[in-house]
Nanobody, 112 residues
């Protein structure tokens, strides 16, 4: 089990970019799957992107071509580069491991 701490959220205008980070308290090199989720007010939490320990990635259709997930095993950190942000990307973003570890979330707000 690892503790996860997200950072990098904030408020941007539509079309802008943000880079989220998720720092783990221990090694992530052996963590098979890591994911970014988001939850907007009144909505269920949804998967945004996932990355395997092999580096294979997958994305929700709504963010394909705009978001990039990556992991730096040497720094025990997961990233989410978000470009061409839209107001509908506004949500609290969480990182997660396949073993059920969650961070506290970081707020992303995109204004029109």
């Amino acid at each position: 089990q690892v503790q996860l701490v997200e950072s990098g959220g904030g408020q941007v205008q539509a079309g802008g970019s943000l880079r989220l980070s998720c720092a783990a308290s221990g090694s992530i090199s052996s963590i098979y799957v890591m994911r970014w989720y988001r939850q907007a007010p009144g909505n269920q939490r949804e998967v945004v992107a996932m990355i395997l320990s092999s580096g294979v990635t997958n994305y929700a259709d709504s963010v394909k071509g705009r978001f990039t997930i990556s992991r730096d095993n040497a720094k025990n950190t997961l990233y989410l580069q978000m470009n061409s942000l839209k107001p509908e990307d506004t949500a609290v973003y969480y990182c997660n491991t396949w073993k059920g570890d969650w961070g506290q979330g970081t707020q992303v707000t995109v204004s029109p």
